[in-house]
């Protein structure tokens, strides 16, 4: 019943933003403690790029630190990513995923609801 659609990804050249928003339907954002957006570009295995907890804590990987920000709006049932500096590394298929566990970080498995993804390329 619930599910999450990410939107805003694109092809923008190196040094470009992009938004990447995330909204939530059948249940309200805030009744998931910890939201992440991951990342996988073909033949690589999916890696965590940032997350943020309801207790207002967040993290990033080391490759985005700097230059992404996680964020929410829950009143819009949304969480977004503003990815600026954007790399030809920063290329794959960003998903959306939602984890009713405190603490989930980059653990998939403590991820029970996921987006189907947007696209995100950057051209070099």
């Known amino acids: 019943q619930v599910q999450l659609a990410e939107s805003g990804g694109g092809s923008v050249q190196t040094g470009g933003s992009l938004r990447l928003s995330c909204a939530v339907s059948?249940?309200?954002?805030?009744?998931?403690?910890?939201m992440a957006w991951f990342r996988q570009a073909p033949g690589q295995e999916r890696e965590g790029v940032a997350w943020?907890?309801?207790?207002?804590?967040?993290y990033y990987a080391d490759s985005v630190s700097g230059r992404f920000t996680i964020s929410q709006d829950n009143a819009k049932n949304t969480l977004y990513l503003q990815m600026n500096s954007l790399k030809s590394e920063d290329t794959g298929m960003y998903y959306c995923?939602?984890?009713?566990?405190?603490?989930?970080?980059?653990?998939?498995?403590?991820?029970?609801?996921w987006g189907q993804g947007t696209q995100v390329t950057v051209s070099s």
């Open positions: 995923a939602a984890s009713g566990s405190y603490g989930a970080g980059f653990e998939m498995r403590r991820y029970n609801v």
């Open positions: 059948g249940s309200a954002y805030s009744s998931y403690s910890t």
């Open positions: 943020f907890s309801r207790g207002g804590r967040q």
